[in-house]
């Protein structure tokens, strides 16, 4: 089955801090991969989601991620992070064809003013 | 925009009963999702559906049920509600299968039993 981990479970910065939170899965085939951002009290929303070209992707907010291939990674940046970015995180993967992506546990991000 | 609404943001419930989540979505999505959230758990897929009447099974189904009687709506059942059911509820939709776009969440319900 496939599985997908976030190295990182929590996180502390302080503003201006960069930020690069990790992203693994198993699948060998095709993927989707999409990253969500869960603000406190708010709904899961896309931040930004990958499915061919490119492998460097913008998404809203500033933030980017990078699709590795050969590492099996997708791992999310940002700059320049701001008091505002204080959220959880969520890696997902969806193999080629499937309806369901798999998640990883997510990542809170605690940015101090 | 997508809307996906969710009954009730808070519930209280009693050990026994049973419980009705209900879900319904504006974009005529093919598929739907319902998902339990933990803290250090991430989501826990419960079960999904790809069309009306059709339903599967995700990794964690046991204790629950699922209704898909029209398209905009999936509804998810707690049988007889225990207290390690008590979680925060996500519903999803999204197009169907080959469709590169993303599942769209609704804002939750955080279901407690006691």
């Known amino acids: 089955a496939q599985s997908v981990s976030q190295h990182n479970h929590h996180v502390i910065l302080s503003e201006a801090a960069s930020l690069e939170l990790g992203c693994n899965y198993s699948?060998?085939?095709?993927?989707?991969l999409f990253w969500y951002v869960q603000y406190p009290g708010q709904h899961l929303q896309l931040l930004l989601k990958?499915?061919?070209?490119?492998?460097l992707v913008k998404g809203i907010k500033g933030f980017e991620a990078e699709f590795i291939k050969s590492k099996f990674s997708f791992n999310l940046r940002k700059p320049s992070v701001q008091w505002s970015d204080t959220a959880e995180y969520f890696c997902?993967?969806?193999?080629?064809?499937?309806?369901?992506?798999?998640f990883g546990r997510g990542t809170s991000l605690i940015v101090h003013p | 925009d997508v809307k996906v609404t969710q009954s009730s943001r808070y519930l209280v419930k009693r050990t026994g009963e049973k419980v009705f989540l209900e879900c319904v979505q504006d974009m005529d999505h093919e598929n739907m999702f319902w998902y339990r959230q933990d803290p250090g758990l991430g989501l826990r897929l419960i079960y999904f559906?790809?069309?009306?009447?059709?339903?599967e099974k995700g990794d964690i189904p046991e204790g629950y049920s699922v209704s898909r009687e029209k398209k905009e709506r999936f509804s998810l059942i707690l049988e007889s509600a225990s207290t390690n059911q008590t979680s925060m509820y996500l519903c999803?939709?999204?197009f169907g299968s080959g469709s590169n776009q993303p599942q769209h969440f609704g804002d939750g319900t955080r279901l407690s039993i006691l």
């Open positions: 990958y499915f061919s070209g490119d492998p």
């Open positions: 699948y060998g085939g095709t993927v989707n």
């Open positions: 997902a993967v969806r193999s080629g064809g499937s309806y369901i992506p798999t």
């Open positions: 999803a939709s999204s």
């Open positions: 559906s790809y069309d009306v009447k059709m339903k």
